[in-house]
């Protein structure tokens, strides 16, 4: 599928030099948009810029370091995507971070301050700066990242997490409602449960009876992010809604899923470390 980059636009992806905002980023540049993907670690943006390299035209895309917990480095961000192409069509807080699936009581302050500062904090203020920059030039979407809790789930080691994402699901409400008379549009994305690093990470730093105890569920939710990412990217450039949520896992498709024996027999982590757990 392409479509002309003036129809697109660009689109900036905050915490996206791997896993889900890489993917996305590979998405939006399939689509023919312009893409503007970000991450605060200079070695991961390097390599990530090297591998869109390998795809995509330079023309196509830029790359910035970004603490979304740092206001001035969110502004950064958003005036380097509108000098080099002009506008910002969407914004993406993308950016999240999962402490170990712990009980709540074993988990150290600085895994909490991470979790809460990029996962909420971070929305907050990549919203603001998003949205100040939006009225000034008169339309865009704003799209904020669910995960598990937004809608009130809850698993062992994951209360922390959970706690944070259900937060973001508040705040994407009000921000509609603040928004809603305005020609800006908000929603959320709800990518499900992806096959990437921070998911692995998560768990295998984690408690491992947790896993144990969950995988069996999990293996029927988990994804690639390269499907889940290229469905999310088609639906946000053909949006025309405000309080849209994007859902790639819906409860239809997850009971089908159950009817289907190619899942019950399908690893989807196959590869990484948690087929070892």
């Known amino acids: 599928m392409s479509l002309s980059s003036r129809k697109v636009g660009c689109v900036v992806i905050t915490g996206s030099t791997k896993g889900i905002g890489l993917a996305l980023a590979h998405a939006f540049l399939d689509l023919g948009c312009s893409v503007v993907i970000a991450g605060r670690n200079a070695e991961h943006l390097k390599h990530a810029l090297t591998h869109l390299e390998n795809h995509f035209s330079k023309e196509k895309f830029i790359g910035s370091c970004c603490d979304v917990t740092q206001i ?3 502004q950064a961000l958003w005036d380097g995507a509108i000098q080099h192409f002009g506008q910002v069509k969407v914004w993406i807080n993308n950016a999240g971070s999962c402490h170990p699936t712990k009980e709540f009581i074993d ?3 600085d895994e909490l301050n991470a979790a809460v500062s990029t996962n909420i904090l971070g ?3 990549g919203s603001q700066v998003a949205l100040k920059g939006m ?3 008169g339309y865009g979407q704003i799209f904020n990242m669910e995960g598990w809790g937004s809608n ?3 698993s062992p080691g994951m209360t ?3 706690t944070t994402k259900q937060a973001v699901s508040y705040f994407s409400k009000a921000l509609y409602k603040e928004t809603k008379s305005t020609s800006i549009l908000t929603g959320t994305l709800s990518p499900g449960m992806v096959a990437t690093d921070l998911l692995v990470s998560s768990w295998t730093n984690g408690n491992v009876q947790h896993w144990k105890k969950m995988k069996r569920l999990f293996f029927f939710v988990i994804d690639p992010p390269e499907v889940v990412c290229s469905y ?3 639906q946000i450039i053909q949006n025309k809604k405000t309080n849209r949520r994007i859902a790639w896992m819906t409860p239809w498709k997850l009971f089908l899923r159950f009817l289907q024996p190619y899942y019950w027999r399908r690893n989807p982590v196959k590869g990484t470390a948690l087929e070892r757990l």
Do not use: C, I, S, V
Request: glycine share 4%; net charge neutral; proline share 10%.
């Open 72 to 74: 001035a480095d969110l």
């Open 107 to 109: 988990l150290q302050p």
């Open 123 to 125: 929305t907050m203020l």
């Open 135 to 137: 009225l000034r030039q």
């Open 152 to 154: 009130g789930e809850w």
């Open 160 to 162: 922390p997490y959970a």
């Open 232 to 234: 999310l990217a088609k």
